[in-house]
Nanobody
Framework: QVQLVESGGGSVQPGGSLRLSCAAS?????????MGWYRQAPGKERELVGV???????EYAESVKGRFSISRENAKNTVALQLNNLKEEDTAVYFC???????????WGQGTQVTVSS
């Protein structure tokens, strides 16, 4: 199994920045081929923010390209999300996400709130 622990988040004014972090605890020596973040705003479905592959290549939702960036450390099984130039529409609960290579099992963090408001 995989347990994900998130940190970061909070409240910020438009144009501000935040950093979210996620650490994965693995019960076995799994390889996590995907690590990334999703978010869910009130009354909306969960949506992809961005994911990274094992080699480091990242893909982002169009709405966050150029503002958000994901970084991962494979040796530590951690992934971070840097959120810059935040907008009110970025307000949501952000969930860490990983997928185990080969097995295909997906795991989610408990979620952390990001609120952007003036």
């Amino acid at each position: 199994q995989v347990q994900l622990v998130e940190s970061g988040g909070g409240s910020v004014q438009p144009g501000g920045s935040l950093r979210l972090s996620c650490a994965a605890s693995l019960s076995r020596r799994f390889i996590l081929d995907l690590m990334g973040w999703y978010r869910q705003a009130p009354g909306k479905e969960r949506e992809l923010v961005g994911v990274t592959l094992t080699g480091g290549r990242a893909e982002y939702a169009e709405s966050v390209k150029g503002r958000f960036s994901i970084s991962r450390e494979n040796a530590k099984n951690t992934v971070a999300l840097q959120l810059n130039n935040l907008k009110e529409e970025d307000t949501a609960v952000y969930f860490c996400y990983v997928r185990v290579s080969g097995w295909g099992a997906e795991f989610w963090g408990q979620g952390t709130q990001v609120t952007v408001s003036s």
